[in-house]
């Protein structure tokens, strides 16, 4: 699932597209949320000692949309791709908030109850650079790839997006495929 909430930046639509079709994904659907907008493009003074891309409620939101469609399908497994790095940010990323989640999930739905609908978050234990780490190892295309919070066509490498994945492939020992195309002249 996909959720296109306010101002999310084309080419990570794009990219979630790819990925999804690079890995055979038949229904991937894409959740319009036009209202949910990050703490950055509301002018609330109580949002702003929050990080910019701070979406209140974001999780509980999505994960409770995701168990809809778990629930329409009869899925075994909801899956989050958050890693350690998320938690430290955000508190709806910490693995105690879906513990609590799945509890409420469970007593709200008689179905994933006796279906025992799990959400799974494989790489929460890990930093953003093991998850590189280990995408290169399981050769996830990476180029395919998007984390620039901007809106061009190419990542601007100056956004906080675009530093924190340039760290994590540093500290992973791995070469962007979209730098090493970037500075081999491939991509303008
Ligand atoms: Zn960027």
Known sequence: MTFVYHGIANRELE??????????????????????????????????????????????????????????????????????????????????????????LWEGSPTLRKKRTKILLPLSEMSKAEVVELASSKKVPLDLTWSCHRNGRDHCWECEGCRARVAAFARARVSDPLRTAVNSGKIQ
């Open 15 to 104: 990219a979630a597209r790819d990925i999804a079709s690079a890995v055979g994904i038949e229904d991937h659907r894409f959740v319009q949320l036009p209202d949910l907008r990050e703490a950055g493009d509301v002018h609330s003074a109580t949002l702003a000692a929050r990080p910019s891309v701070y979406i209140p409620g974001r999780n509980g939101i999505f994960y409770s949309l995701a168990a809809s469609y778990a629930e329409e399908v009869g899925a075994d497994l909801i899956v989050g791709g958050h890693n350690k790095d998320d938690a430290k940010l955000f508190k709806d990323a910490s693995p105690s908030f879906f513990l609590l989640l799945q509890q409420a």
